[in-house]
């Protein structure tokens, strides 16, 4: 009885072992899956952030150029190419960014964009692309007026 009691008390701890075993090897499946759905959302929740500061960024750089450019045109004064150069120059990269999106609409539905600011934005800093339109006319009507 003795040696059936003690193959029995053998036979129940290899079955526990092979269990815990089991299991042991389940959870560490489960902690590889899940560190790396854990590091995968930190990833996410970072680039959303940083996406966000971009956007952050481009808004504020979109309002600072047209307040810029409309200070510049508000001017009682016949504005040169060398007093608008670094508008130019500055905003660029901007541009060419906002320029060259494709699905304009979704862009701004998506990253919540004011779309009369972009327009305006873009508008603006296209007529320096357009022989300088709303300059020009700027000028001619301060010649206008100062000729009178």
Not at 58 to 79: A, G, H, I, W
Request: aromatic share 14%; net charge positive.
């Amino acid at each position: 009885m003795h040696l059936n009691y003690d193959i029995c008390n053998a036979y129940i701890k290899n079955q526990i072992i092979k269990w815990i075993f089991r299991k042991a090897m389940v959870m560490g499946l489960f902690n590889k899956l899940f560190k790396k759905n854990k590091e995968t959302d930190n990833k996410k929740i970072k680039d959303k952030n940083n996406n966000q500061d971009i956007i952050s960024n481009d808004l504020f750089r979109l309002k600072t150029f047209v307040k810029e450019y409309n200070n510049l045109l508000s001017q009682d004064k016949f504005l040169s190419r060398s007093e608008f150069k670094n508008l130019i120059e500055d905003y660029l990269e901007l541009f060419n960014k906002y320029n060259a999106i494709d699905n304009v609409n979704e862009y701004i539905s998506n990253h919540k964009i004011d779309r009369i600011l972009l327009n305006s934005f873009l508008e603006k800093y296209n007529d320096f692309n357009n022989d300088y339109v709303l300059i020009h006319n700027h000028n001619e009507k301060f010649i206008e007026s100062h000729l009178k």
